[in-house]
């Protein structure tokens, strides 16, 4: 990491934490209960002559402790820069929480309405500087890597760790509350909704930051140089509605232009990756889980994709790294795995989308795939409705947004091999792809 890069992303984390804390403080404010990070510093600062912030870095030191017994001696050694880096964060932090605290200190909603409110708009405020902390991509605060150090160190889930941790600090905060005033203050229903909120917030606002990932890393080594270094072949990617052959035409390009062919196929070198079974991936590769609002909820979402601990994102990130692999050996054609994102910064990339109308699509479900007729409709839908989802919540984009592709086919009306007729004429002469 280059020096100016490294200034700019510890530029987005120090405004990541002031807004972080900016929503932790709107969140108060609205004295329907604080988030539960801050449940004890809050309740805290209610009962002595200290603040929240000061609080709140008392908090994180106790929390880096737990972290060093957890990691052991081995473990502290290779973990110490992380160690380190939490302390002036958590002293920042603390700061932070401070002044914006002073900044509303006139707030004082009075109405249910404009305090639920605030309680949702200081979700959304803290969940965007969750979301430029992870944009910087330098250091994690204590809370979430606790989480996820516990997760790592006892094996279990992180969803699982992370609600116990935060049901403990909640009850440890009423127990505080009930022993220092007598009655529960600084808790209510809004800490509920801070943890149920978060999650999904940060989701929906993460992928508006690409801009400054992008400004972050301008002027340095692009993320995948070492892959890229001289990369001219063609590379395929091929996006299609379930029933337009995205499969056929794909194996029919690759086979009349020389190239190597991924669909299926990645499944495999997907498992290895990752160590998932096959099965695994075959089930859940192009789409998300079932229980998508519950995920969100649990997720890791203090840590950058590539770090996190949820299997849904492991799956994806080691997709990715096995397509830019791939892309990198050689001229091949690429079927689905949002291969267009992953791949849009390469040189010399075709991207393409094949869509039909319904008739067509279900005819060659049925007459291909063997579905009954009666039920081609439905699976189209539910195949075609999973992919979109998927391809929005990795990518940020629209799947079928004509401006995301270089060509985009009707192949209802015109048909596999016309398609590939064009397709081929464009890319030209056939190429071999390198020995590996």
Same mark, same amino acid.
């Given at each position: 990491? @280059?020096?100016?890069?490294?200034?700019?992303?510890?530029?987005?984390?120090?405004? &990541?934490?002031?807004?972080?804390?900016?929503?932790?403080?709107?969140?108060?404010?609205?004295?329907?209960?604080?988030?539960?990070?801050?449940?004890?510093?809050?309740?805290?600062?209610?009962?002595?002559?200290?603040?929240?912030?000061?609080?709140?870095?008392?908090?994180?030191?106790?929390?880096? =402790?737990?972290?060093?017994?957890?990691?052991?001696?081995?473990?502290?050694?290779?973990?110490?820069?992380?160690?380190?880096?939490?302390?002036? @964060?958590?002293?920042?932090?603390?700061?932070?929480?401070?002044?914006?605290?002073?900044?509303?200190?006139?707030?004082?909603?009075?109405?249910?309405?404009?305090?639920?409110?605030?309680?949702?708009?200081?979700?959304?405020?803290?969940?965007?500087?969750?979301?430029?902390? @992870?944009?910087? $991509?330098?250091?994690?605060?204590?809370?979430?890597?606790?989480?996820?150090?516990?997760?790592?160190?006892?094996?279990?889930?992180?969803?699982?760790? +992370?609600? &116990?941790? $935060?049901?403990?600090?909640?009850?440890? =905060?009423?127990?505080?509350?009930?022993?220092?005033?007598?009655?529960?203050?600084?808790?209510?229903?809004?800490?509920?909704?801070?943890?149920?909120?978060?999650?999904?917030?940060?989701?929906?606002?993460?992928?508006?930051?690409?801009?400054?990932?992008?400004?972050?890393?301008?002027?340095?080594?692009?993320?995948?140089?070492?892959?890229? &270094?001289?990369?001219?072949?063609?590379?395929?990617?091929?996006?299609?509605?379930?029933?337009?052959?995205?499969?056929?035409?794909?194996?029919?390009?690759?086979?009349?232009?020389?190239?190597?062919?991924?669909?299926?196929?990645?499944?495999?070198?997907?498992?290895?990756?990752?160590?998932?079974?096959?099965?695994?991936?075959?089930?859940?590769?192009?789409?998300?889980?079932?229980?998508?609002?519950?995920?969100?909820?649990?997720?890791?979402?203090?840590?950058?994709?590539?770090?996190?601990?949820?299997?849904?994102?492991?799956?994806?990130?080691?997709?990715?790294?096995?397509?830019?692999?791939?892309? &990198?050996?050689?001229?091949?054609?690429?079927?689905?795995?949002?291969? $267009?994102?992953?791949?849009?910064?390469?040189?010399?990339?075709?991207?393409?989308?094949?869509? =039909?109308?319904?008739?067509?699509?279900?005819?060659?479900?049925?007459?291909?795939?063997?579905?009954?007729?009666? +039920? =081609?409709?439905?699976?189209?839908?539910?195949?075609?409705?999973?992919?979109?989802?998927?391809?929005?919540?990795?990518?940020?984009?629209?799947?079928?947004?004509?401006?995301?592709?270089?060509?985009?086919?009707?192949?209802?009306?015109?048909?596999?091999?016309?398609?590939?007729?064009?397709?081929?004429?464009?890319?030209?002469?056939?190429?071999?792809?390198?020995?590996?």
């Amino acid at each position: 990491m @280059v020096k100016k890069e490294l200034i700019r992303r510890y530029s987005v984390f120090a405004v &990541a934490l002031f807004v972080s804390a900016l929503g932790v403080s709107l969140v108060t404010k609205s004295y329907l209960g604080t988030s539960p990070i801050s449940s004890i510093p809050y309740v805290m600062s209610l009962n002595t002559p200290l603040t929240m912030g000061t609080y709140i870095f008392i908090l994180n030191m106790f929390l880096i =402790a737990a972290q060093m017994l957890m990691l052991g001696r081995r473990g502290i050694v290779e973990k110490r820069i992380d160690l380190l880096m939490q302390i002036p @964060v958590s002293v920042l932090f603390g700061l932070f929480i401070d002044l914006t605290m002073a900044m509303l200190g006139s707030y004082e909603p009075s109405l249910y309405g404009l305090k639920l409110l605030s309680l949702v708009v200081g979700c959304a405020v803290l969940a965007l500087g969750v979301s430029l902390e @992870v944009v910087a $991509d330098v250091t994690m605060v204590s809370g979430e890597y606790t989480v996820q150090i516990a997760s790592k160190r006892f094996k279990i889930q992180f969803g699982t760790v +992370k609600i &116990a941790f $935060d049901v403990t600090l909640v009850v440890v =905060a009423v127990a505080l509350s009930f022993i220092l005033s007598g009655r529960i203050e600084g808790l209510r229903e809004g800490t509920v909704i801070v943890a149920l909120l978060t999650g999904p917030f940060v989701r929906l606002i993460s992928p508006w930051l690409d801009f400054l990932r992008r400004w972050e890393v301008a002027g340095s080594a692009a993320p995948d140089e070492t892959l890229r &270094a001289g990369v001219s072949h063609t590379v395929i990617t091929i996006s299609r509605e379930y029933g337009s052959g995205g499969h056929m035409i794909g194996e029919q390009l690759a086979k009349a232009l020389g190239y190597k062919f991924y669909d299926s196929e990645l499944i495999t070198l997907v498992a290895k990756e990752a160590g998932f079974t096959e099965n695994f991936v075959r089930r859940n590769e192009q789409s998300l889980p079932g229980n998508m609002l519950l995920q969100m909820i649990m997720q890791d979402y203090g840590a950058p994709l590539e770090k996190s601990l949820s299997p849904a994102d492991a799956l994806f990130v080691a997709q990715s790294r096995v397509i830019r692999r791939i892309a &990198a050996e050689g001229p091949c054609v690429i079927v689905g795995r949002c291969a $267009d994102y992953i791949l849009k910064d390469y040189p010399d990339v075709l991207k393409i989308f094949l869509h =039909a109308d319904m008739s067509s699509k279900s005819r060659r479900v049925t007459e291909q795939y063997g579905i009954s007729p009666e +039920k =081609a409709l439905p699976e189209i839908e539910r195949i075609n409705r999973s992919r979109e989802e998927h391809y929005r919540h990795y990518t940020g984009n629209h799947w079928g947004d004509i401006r995301n592709y270089n060509l985009t086919f009707d192949t209802g009306r015109f048909g596999v091999e016309r398609v590939c007729a064009v397709v081929q004429s464009l890319v030209g002469q056939p190429q071999k792809p390198k020995a590996v």
